[in-house]
């Protein structure tokens, strides 16, 4: 059978998502009743105006009574004003009514560190001198 296989380069979505389910369906034999009833589900909050122009935004997705921060990110135009400030606090409510017990995400040093840390969270690992020149910045915030 090893000879028959071969490994595919190019980025299929279907592919992704049958691998991802794969180890979702192993973890499940390893974790915790509760953790094993917690799904996948996506996660967006998009800040828009009144002609649905797109200033910023928060994906990820739950899993493991967590929310997995992707991507968040505030225009420039409007860094400064609360807004990025407030779509943190409605992820953790979202966070909470999903019955997640945490937050996590990543920030490099020219982001937003010092934004997450005086919102609560918590440096739990970093990469120095990656990408180069910076550091990468690991964090989490209980939501209980």
Known sequence: MGEALHI???????????????????????VS???KE??????????K???????GGLTGYTHWQCLNVDIFWIDENVR????????????EDLAREKKCRLIKLDTLSFQAPDFYQKQGYTIYGTLEDFPEGCTHYYLYKKVE
Do not use: C, P, T
């Open 8 to 30: 595919a380069s190019e980025w299929n979505k279907e592919d992704a998502i049958h691998v991802r389910k794969q180890l979702i369906q192993f973890n499940k034999l390893k």
């Open 80 to 91: 400064g004003q609360g807004y990025g400030k407030k779509m943190l606090q409605m992820a």
């Open 38 to 47: 917690f799904e996948v589900e996506d996660v967006s909050l998009i800040l």
């Open 49 to 55: 105006d009144e002609d649905g122009k797109i200033f």
């Open 33 to 35: 009743v509760a953790d």
